[in-house]
């Protein structure tokens, strides 16, 4: 166990250490591109038709929460910046067993995503190539992202850096071209379009509150991802610069990527009528005249679930080898090749992703889907775990160790507080509107499988108690 609120980082087991090549351009573009995904370009429609308009204040007030979460994170990060981030601060100051099922949690959630992802490279890839068949896509995106990843971090970085940059450009690109429309009338004969559609179809919240408690939960699932920040701090060159920049730019990219792009087309279209037509980026694009609008979100499509599949195959790598270094996975996961990837580890992940889309192909749709929503759920335990790991963190801290700190938390506790209080509105939330409840069903019993396989094997990280008793 740690000694005091200083925890003896673990070495790796075999091999070289992880190297610190990520740098400060990759850990921004990575910061951002974690929140664009798949869901901005084609899951929107589904959130609008809830809310309404008023879906740009469920993305603004769920963006404050998980900019409280993030500089939880990072006060955490900077202080202390190893692989496996929020799991191993699980473990330092909630113990054990809150560390043992963040980890097992967090790699598995990623697995459930990454299979989705595939799935959608290949589902995109068939528009071009309807004759070619999916598995072939859903392989050789895999066997990609899976190469990327074991040659070394700064391919990963290098990648991530790229596919977050398309996202960012097509978006930015989508914005002034939006608003071109609003205000210039490109696309409509020159005459403005303004922005009377955000009230003129049963007012800016036509579903009333009700519609924007019932976007929470889609918009929340939207930011998951965004704390993989926290796990490059084992590989980034300067942690104590990069992280809080990194986190600190969050919140802000958020206002302009997810509620500037859905001011735009909410604007421009009437928002009981998007969901009926399409990719709301396509539609806007092709209002400029853009005639291969389709063909280009296509294209950007495919490199979104391509970089999150990236970062998924990443995230799970990186937790799979510190629960491994410990003493809660099999040593041979803590092992680094002579490029200070933890090769065994994503050897594992990359094979557990073969049988996943396998799985795909052969169980029912519905199975599927619940499956999916235990990547909800984890998510929203991950946060949980974050903010409980951050509160205890602060509060065994000397005032003078307290006023130390490089990266500190806004307003603690208050904040942390309050951030939990909405998380667990996110779970209620969960449990009155029946197409989520089942989440709640299968969440908490994945984790009482774990709890179960924890007692059972005794995987209590004995090897890190020895550690830290030897550092003292």
């Known amino acids: 166990m740690p000694v005091g609120n200083h925890p003896a980082p673990a070495e790796p087991i075999e091999g070289v250490p992880l190297k610190r090549e990520l740098g ?36 603004i007030i769920g963006g404050l929460a998980i900019l409280v979460i993030m500089r939880a994170l ?44 595939i799935t959608a490279v290949a589902i995109y890839m068939g528009i071009w190539f309807p004759d070619v068949p999916r598995w072939i896509w859903a392989l050789m995106a895999l066997g990609s992202m899976g190469a990327v990843n074991l040659i070394a971090v700064k391919a990963f970085g290098e990648f991530e850096f790229w596919f977050a940059l398309i996202k960012i450009v097509t978006i930015i690109a989508m914005v002034l071209g939006g608003i071109g429309v609003i205000a210039f ?42 704390e993989m920040i926290g796990l490059t701090a084992g590989e980034a060159r300067n942690p104590q610069k990069t992280i809080p920049q990194a986190i600190g730019s969050v919140f802000w990219r958020i206002l302009l990527f ?69 003493g809660q996975a099999p040593a ?5 090749s002579q490029s200070g990837v933890p090769r065994n580890a994503l050897l594992l992940s990359i094979g557990a992703l073969l049988l996943g889309v396998l799985a795909n192909y052969l169980v029912p749709e519905k199975v599927f ?40 938390m806004w307003l603690w506790p208050l904040s942390s507080y309050l951030a939990l209080a909405f998380l667990v509105l996110v779970v209620g939330l969960m449990a009155y ?11 908490p019993a994945f984790l009482v499988l774990l709890t179960v396989l924890y007692y059972a094997f005794r995987l209590a990280p004995k090897e890190v108690q020895g550690m830290a008793s030897t550092a003292s």
């Open 369 to 408: 889907v619940w499956v999916t929503s235990i990547a909800t759920f984890g998510a929203i335990w991950t946060w949980v775990m974050i903010l409980l790991a951050q509160i205890k963190f602060r509060a065994g801290l000397s005032s003078a160790e307290q006023k130390g700190l490089k990266y500190r």
């Open 24 to 59: 400060e351009r990759h850990i921004r573009l990575m910061a951002l591109g974690a929140c664009i995904g798949v869901g901005l370009f084609l899951g929107s429609a589904k959130a609008i038709e809830m809310a309404g308009p008023a879906i740009m204040l469920s993305y």
């Open 258 to 326: 997810y509620v500037g792009a859905l001011f735009v087309i909410l604007s421009i279209y009437p928002w009981d009528g998007i969901g009926s037509q399409g990719s709301p980026f396509v539609m806007t694009f092709e209002r400029l005249g853009i005639k291969t609008a389709a063909g280009i979100i296509n294209f950007v499509v495919i490199t979104a679930a391509l970089s999150s599949c990236n970062g998924g195959i990443f995230s799970t790598g990186r937790m799979l080898y510190s629960l491994a270094q410990n």
């Open 185 to 226: 009338g490109f696309g409509n004969d020159g005459v403005a379009v303004g922005i009377s559609n955000l009230w003129s179809n049963g007012g800016f919240m036509p579903n009333g509150v009700t519609g924007v408690l019932m976007s929470l939960q889609m918009v929340m699932f939207a930011y998951l991802g965004v």
């Open 332 to 336: 041979a996961f803590a092992r680094t």
């Open 433 to 443: 509107f029946e197409d989520t409840r089942v989440a709640l069903y299968i969440g």
């Open 74 to 117: 990072g006060e955490m990060a900077v202080h202390n910046p190893v692989a496996g981030s929020f799991s191993r601060y699980a473990q330092d100051y909630l113990g054990p067993l809150a560390g043992f099922l963040t980890g097992w949690n967090y790699w598995f959630l990623w697995l459930v995503t990454c299979v989705a992802e």
